[in-house]
């Protein structure tokens, strides 16, 4: 936790801890700011946000983003995520708890607004917990979708899932993980119609770092891939994923305490191409399913042919790249 000083009202100072923040650089160059505040005994008080003008690290006074109240708080344990559309609008993506109800909730401030709106429900599973978790949700934005992660902890799963923005209505759920996996963690990328997805999964007892995608409207993740080169026997606590895209680039980061210390790992995509799209020529056609029969004919393995990620180049990655086509 980070002991800082802020003006809540404008005039009255209060001492505050701050826990769970996140920020946003809008394209105007100004800087978002969202943190959760505790008394001095630690008890929670509110989800404050702030801005800082183009050019300046001087914030404004912070507003209550008015998610805190005798029947909900957010849960005290499990990050935010701050996202801002392309007209300047302000998303927060946070779980909430509601009689220990801890689903997955959307505030929004318009821009232009001193205020959010009341939170948008984004999830729908009933996630009861009794404790608090330790993950939160993961939100993206681009070409009028919202794409979102988060983690069930009933069900000991993450899922994706996305929205037209004009109605926010969230009906898409996918399964993050493999069915013998416990995915958590989960952080993503919105690309055109694909989201990438990086998270933590236990499939072999050691918390490994996988990565995957998902067309939008496809209903499945594929090209799982693990991140993390080192197969160990032992317990190698390896966390905190996070995808970044740059100059078409996918970069990978992570932290690894294979000795005393956390070490931070990365990995940057070779290619970026589209998912089925075997010939490199940027369209996912009947030409790929030539080049992918081509494979099989040869006995030739290429990893980017290996859609349903089973190690193998067969018949079921041209059913794949068939159902990928057809859904284009």
């Keep these: 936790m980070k002991s800082i000083t802020l003006n809540l009202d404008k005039s009255v100072p209060y001492h505050l801890t701050t826990y769970n923040t996140d920020f946003e650089v809008a394209p105007d160059g100004k800087i978002h700011l ?12 509110s989800v404050r946000y702030s801005i800082a003008q183009s050019g300046s690290l001087d914030f404004s006074p912070s507003i209550a983003v008015g998610i805190t109240t005798n029947l909900q ?3 005290d344990c499990c990050q935010p995520d701050l996202e801002i559309s392309e007209n300047g609008d302000i ?26 709106n009341q939170p948008i429900r984004a999830s729908f599973h009933y ?4 404790h608090c978790p330790s993950s939160g949700p993961s ?3 681009g070409n009028n979708i919202i794409a979102l992660s988060y983690r069930v902890s009933d069900d000991a799963t993450s899922y994706i899932d996305y929205s037209d923005m004009t109605n926010l209505s969230f009906n898409n759920a996918v399964t993050i993980n493999s069915p013998e996996g416990s995915s958590n963690f989960s952080d993503i990328v919105l690309n055109e119609e694909y989201i990438h997805v990086g998270w933590i999964d236990y499939e072999t007892d050691n918390p490994d770092v996988l990565y995957g995608v998902s067309q939008i409207g496809t209903g499945d993740i594929i090209n799982i891939q693990r991140m993390n080169q080192n197969i160990e026997d032992g317990y190698i606590m390896q966390k905190d994923p996070k995808l970044h895209s740059h100059n078409d ?18 990995r940057k995509s070779t ?54 086509i057809l859904s284009n």
Excluded: H, M
């Design 34 to 45: 969202v943190y959760y505040s505790y008394n001095q005994n630690y008890s929670f008080n």
């Design 127 to 130: 996630d009861y917990n009794d």
């Design 73 to 75: 708080e957010p849960c």
């Design 249 to 266: 680039k996918l970069f990978y980061f992570w932290s690894d305490k294979r000795d005393t210390f956390y070490q931070l790992f990365y």
């Design 271 to 324: 290619s970026n191409n589209l998912v089925g799209d075997i010939n490199g020529d940027n369209e996912v056609n009947i030409l790929d399913i030539i080049s992918l029969v081509n494979f099989i004919l040869v006995n030739e393995y290429e990893a980017n042919g290996d859609l349903n990620n089973d190690g193998e180049v067969n018949i079921l990655d041209i059913i794949a790249l068939v159902n990928i």
């Design 91 to 116: 998303y927060l993506a946070y779980r909430n708890n509601i009689d220990n109800i801890r689903d997955t909730y959307i505030a929004i401030k318009p821009n232009g607004s001193n205020s959010f």
């Design 139 to 141: 939100i993206e934005i």
